[in-house]
């Protein structure tokens, strides 16, 4: 019931961030990288967990 689990990706070709909700599986979380569609690049593309 919490929303604390987002956080933001960003398209690793334009930029475009989106909100996509971390995993909790134990293991490695640090590096996320997950495939999704960007409305910008109009295709689906790997987007990367953004820093601050
Ligand atoms: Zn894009």
């Known amino acids: ?3 604390d689990r987002l956080i933001k990706i960003a ?3 334009c930029g475009h ?4 909700e971390r995993r909790k ?3 490695n979380i640090q590096k996320l990288e ?3 569609y960007c409305s ?3 295709k689906h593309k790997l987007f ?3 820093k601050k």
Not at 17 to 20: A, D, N
């Open 34 to 36: 997950i495939k999704k």
């Open 1 to 3: 019931m919490s929303q």
């Open 25 to 27: 599986k134990g293991d």
């Open 48 to 50: 990367k967990e953004k």
């Open 17 to 20: 961030t989106l909100y996509s």
């Open 11 to 13: 398209c690793s070709d």
């Open 40 to 42: 910008k690049c109009k």
